[in-house]
């Protein structure tokens, strides 16, 4: 039975990929930072299914705490080490540069020395990122495109994604960057723009909400569904040997085009609904990414199997089942509508 740590397990992809492994019989340790409220709402259902037969054990620990890393390292001794764990908000890293760029890259850091010291054989998997190409032209990029990053987020994740190669070259280590384009699923965090535009929709559709405000909608993005770039991750770590990797759907949309499938599936049109505002746009705008995923088809077998129109039914469906019961709660005066243009 193999044994994994994943930081950032509460995130988006922290839920897909543990409950990939825990389905495939490993034994998932994952890393939980302490707060004043508990943040484990994505993996609840994982945690009641799995943490009583000691499959799934969580620890507090803190990405910033370079001894807390290492120590859980020595204790849990895992097979493969997960790396998720990040400020992940473009936006939100050009208002606390400073955090993004410390958890980004002091976690990483800490993470590869302790596997460098470890007496046993550990697999290591970078979570890199398509914002660390800059979207100056519309080329389509892979493993060896240049790096341009355009925010403090990128310029973090180009530091541990160049970290992670020069410990592989450097002390013979199994360490993999997965560079992954946009994915997306209904544990998408509700600041992301995909997930903003369901979750409103989810809203409009029960009379809860009236209007959406968004900035740039012309900015396109390859998006995928968050579970098929998990399964990628894990088919990375086990290759014969470790590379660097891109997964991406090959298909690049406007966030306008986003918006008009998303909408025209509940028959509306999102120019009754939307309204634009200065304070969503980025200092410095990414505008354009495609992705080239042939080196993980063609060497990993991998692909994505959910396409964009599945994926916006997908979000639609479980955000609409959620503003369904918070229109009950809100009737009942449980629940207050406090999010934008609610009255």
């Not at 908000?89 to 010291?117: C, E, R, W």
């Not at 990053?149 to 960057?177: G, Q």
Request: hydrophobic residues 35%; glycine residues 6%.
């Amino acid at each position: 039975m193999k044994t994994a740590l994943i930081t950032g397990i509460t995130g988006q992809d922290g839920y897909y990929l543990s409950r990939f492994l825990l389905e495939k019989g490993y034994v998932v340790h994952g890393t939980v930072r302490r707060a004043s409220l508990i943040n484990t709402y994505r993996i609840d259902d994982l945690i009641a299914k799995y943490e009583n037969s000691g499959q799934l054990i969580l620890h507090y620990s803190d990405l910033l705490d370079s001894s807390s890393i290492s120590s859980l390292i020595q204790s849990t001794k895992p097979d493969e080490v997960y790396n998720l764990g990040a400020q992940s908000h473009v936006a939100v890293s050009f208002q606390n540069p400073m955090y993004t760029t410390q958890a980004g890259n002091v976690g990483t850091l800490s993470l590869l020395d302790a596997i460098k010291h470890s007496d046993t054989e550990i697999k290591f998997y970078q979570a890199s990122s398509s914002e660390m190409f800059g979207g100056e032209s519309q080329e389509t990029l892979n493993e060896n495109s240049i790096l341009d990053p355009k925010s403090p987020y990128a310029a973090s994740k180009v530091f541990s994604h160049n970290l992670t190669k020069i410990y592989r070259e450097s002390y013979d280590l199994f360490c993999v960057n997965g560079i992954l384009f946009n994915h997306e699923s209904p544990h998408r965090g509700e600041t992301f723009v995909t997930r903003k535009i369901t979750r409103a929709l989810g809203r409009i559709s029960h009379g809860i909400q009236k209007k959406l405000t968004l900035g740039n909608i012309e900015a396109k993005r390859d998006w995928g569904f968050a579970g098929d770039y998990t399964r990628g991750m894990w088919m990375m770590m086990q290759y014969e040997k470790p590379e660097d990797w891109v997964l991406a759907t090959g298909k690049s949309y406007s966030v306008k085009e986003f918006l008009e499938k998303a909408f025209s599936k509940l028959e509306l049109d999102y120019e009754d609904y939307t309204l634009f505002s200065e304070k969503y746009y980025r200092p410095l705008e990414v505008n354009y990414l495609l992705g080239d995923s042939s080196k993980a088809q063609n060497k990993l077998g991998w692909k994505p199997e959910v396409d964009i129109n599945q994926l916006i039914d997908m979000m639609l469906e479980y955000d609409i089942n959620l503003a369904e019961k918070e229109k009950v709660l809100i009737e009942n005066g449980l629940l207050r509508p406090t999010w934008e243009h609610s009255e």
